[in-house]
């Protein structure tokens, strides 16, 4: 059985850079495509971006053009980790963050998801 | 790269059937069979209802269906269930390698 999970800080001060590790069990990360979604208080879903799993395929990123400016999204095959970086925050950045799985080579076929972590940014 | 457009609300009674629209662009749901369907409940994340246009996947209930026409793609929900009362979401991919997450649709079963 898969599953994720996020962890990381729950209170993020306004310019510093956000952090979260989604933890994957039940499966290689090496396969298929990671992703990390957000939602802010009492609105939508938005995609933040993702990382192709395999270790042949070194850098193998995309990013939500709105975000890209300061996003990175990294996997670490050895910690069966995907992690998000998300720089200089502000209130706008509040909300959960979800890891999610995406079995369709990057088509949004997101089959599994994390519970989801709250991050508040305020000072 | 704008967000597909989505009703803010539905809502139908037990036994009926609703359609959620999902308006994107030549750049997205036009271009690509690649639209997938989110259910969200209150505090929950979302579940994967239908992947690539009309695809459900294991564990799923027929009563929900897919399909699109031009930019245009929409969810079907036939049977109303009480159950069904949630957030759902499209999403497509796009032509510049990415993916973007329609607006969100409110269904209430009356």
């Known amino acids: 059985q898969v599953q994720l999970q996020e962890s990381g800080p729950g209170l993020v001060k306004p310019s510093e850079t956000l952090s979260l590790t989604c933890s994957v069990s039940?499966?290689?990360?090496?396969?298929?495509?990671w992703n990390w979604i957000r939602q802010p208080p009492g609105k939508g879903l938005e995609w933040i971006g993702s990382v192709y799993g395999s270790v042949y395929h070194s850098g193998s990123n995309q990013y939500s053009p709105s975000m890209k400016s300061r996003v990175t999204i990294l996997r670490d095959a050895s910690k069966n980790q995907v992690s998000l970086n998300l720089k200089f925050v502000t209130a706008a950045d509040t909300g959960v963050y979800y890891c999610a799985r995406d079995k369709g080579t990057g088509r949004g076929w997101f089959d599994t998801w994390g519970q989801g972590t709250l991050v508040t940014v305020s000072s | 790269q704008s967000a597909p457009t989505q009703p803010a609300s539905v809502s139908g009674s037990p036994g009926q059937s609703i359609t959620i629209p999902c308006s994107g662009t030549?750049?997205?749901?036009?271009?690509?069979?690649?639209v997938s369907w989110f259910q969200q409940h209150p505090g929950k994340a979302p579940k994967l209802m239908i992947f690539?246009?009309?695809n459900r996947p294991s564990g799923v209930s027929n009563r929900f269906s897919g399909s699109k026409s031009g930019n245009t793609a929409s969810l079907t929900i036939s049977g109303l269930q009480a159950e069904d009362e949630a957030d759902y979401f499209c999403t497509s991919y796009t032509s510049i390698n990415t993916l973007v997450f329609g607006g969100g649709t409110k269904l209430t079963v009356l």
């Open positions: 030549s750049n997205d749901i036009g271009s690509y069979n690649y």
């Open positions: 039940g499966v290689s990360i090496t396969r298929d495509y």
């Open positions: 690539d246009v009309n």
